[in-house]
């Protein structure tokens, strides 16, 4: 039992590592190609700590699956704190209102009302406190864009994940598993490469 303990610590080590470094890459692909885009500009340090918090809160769920309240309160200072330091925030607060009545509370309802029928949990509420603060940063368009773009993505995944269960090395894995893998997966990760996604390609 110790053996196998130690095989499967040992195993953990390395997924974990191979991870962070994944992190890294895709942190340093995102940072150039926000300096690419907002130039040496007071936006481009907001969004690069926004980028580099949605990659901790990323990879804070896809390791231990939970969306700490004290990094999404640190996403939200960030974007509060320029709005106040760039004289903007009474210019954005219609659209932030607007983001949090026409999107966020519609899409509440309708996940309460879905768990109420289903009585099942359809969404964790980290992720539904992630897209309030997102509202901060996007307006109604991106923000459905994100929404939709990260279904996507989490569509994408499970289809691929599936497929690659169904062959050899796939069987293989699982049948060397903890007995951990059930085939659920965190949101987090697909709601950061969403927002990357909208930061870098919608129109500014």
């Not at 939200?76 to 607007?98: C, E, S, T």
């Not at 995944?157 to 997966?185: C, L, P, Y």
């Amino acid at each position: 039992m110790k053996e196998k303990g130690f095989v499967l610590n040992k195993k953990l080590f390395f997924q974990t590592r191979a991870l962070r470094m994944g992190y890294a890459i895709a942190g340093a692909g995102i940072y150039a190609g926000i300096f690419l885009k907002f130039g040496m500009t007071p936006s481009l340090i907001m969004w690069i700590i926004f980028a580099s918090e949605m990659l901790w809160l990323s990879f804070t769920d896809r390791t231990k699956r939970i969306l700490p309240n004290r990094i999404l309160a640190s996403v939200a200072l960030n974007r509060l704190l320029f709005l106040i330091l760039l004289r903007d925030f009474f210019n954005q607060l219609p659209v932030i209102l607007a983001c949090v009545f026409c999107v966020f509370v519609p899409l509440t309802v309708i996940v309460l009302g879905m768990e109420w029928i289903r009585n099942k949990k359809l969404i964790g509420r980290g992720d539904m406190k992630l897209i309030l603060v997102l509202c901060l940063y996007f307006d109604q368009k991106k923000l459905l864009f994100l929404l939709a773009a990260s279904c996507l993505l989490a569509l994408v995944h499970v289809g691929g994940d599936r497929m690659f269960r169904q062959t050899r090395w796939g069987k293989s894995r699982i049948a060397k598993s903890s007995g951990t893998e059930n085939g659920e997966f965190p949101f987090g990760p697909f709601f950061t490469a969403a927002a990357m996604i909208t930061v870098l390609c919608a129109e500014s």
